[in-house]
Nanobody, 123 residues
Framework: QVQLVESGGGVVQAGGSLRLSCAAS????????MAWFRQAPGKEREFVAA?????NIFYAVKGRFTISRDNAKDTVYLQMNSLKPEDTAVYYC???????????????????WGQGTQVTVSS
């Protein structure tokens, strides 16, 4: 079992930056693929970025967001730059076990979820 706790959300003006963190419990963090999803009001949860246990990275859109992980700290990060009002959403951290071979891009492919952190970008 893995517990995930996100932090770093808040209110920022358009063009600003935020760094989200997701701290994981457990002793096998390095074996998990990690991802960030987001969900805006009235919309479905959507993929943002993922990083495999081997360090392969996948993005929904390249350029403004950067995912990284620190296995020594059992933490995954999402650096968000040049934020836009349409980035406003609850951002969720997710983890999947090594043996899970589902697509990285769909929420159904993940085994564990955090509670989410709100990001609000004002215009």
């Amino acid at each position: 079992q893995v517990q995930l706790v996100e932090s770093g959300g808040g209110v920022v003006q358009a063009g600003g930056s935020l760094r989200l963190s997701c701290a994981a419990s457990g002793r096998t963090f390095s074996s998990y693929a990690m991802a960030w999803f987001r969900q805006a009001p009235g919309k479905e949860r959507e993929f943002v970025a993922a990083i495999s246990s081997g360090g392969n990275i996948f993005y929904a859109v390249k350029g403004r967001f950067t995912i990284s992980r620190d296995n020594a700290k059992d933490t995954v990060y999402l650096q968000m730059n040049s934020l836009k009002p349409e980035d406003t959403a609850v951002y969720y951290c997710a983890a999947r076990r090594r043996e899970n071979t589902s697509s990285y891009y769909y929420a159904s492919g993940y085994d564990y979820w955090g509670q989410g952190t709100q990001v609000t970008v004002s215009s």
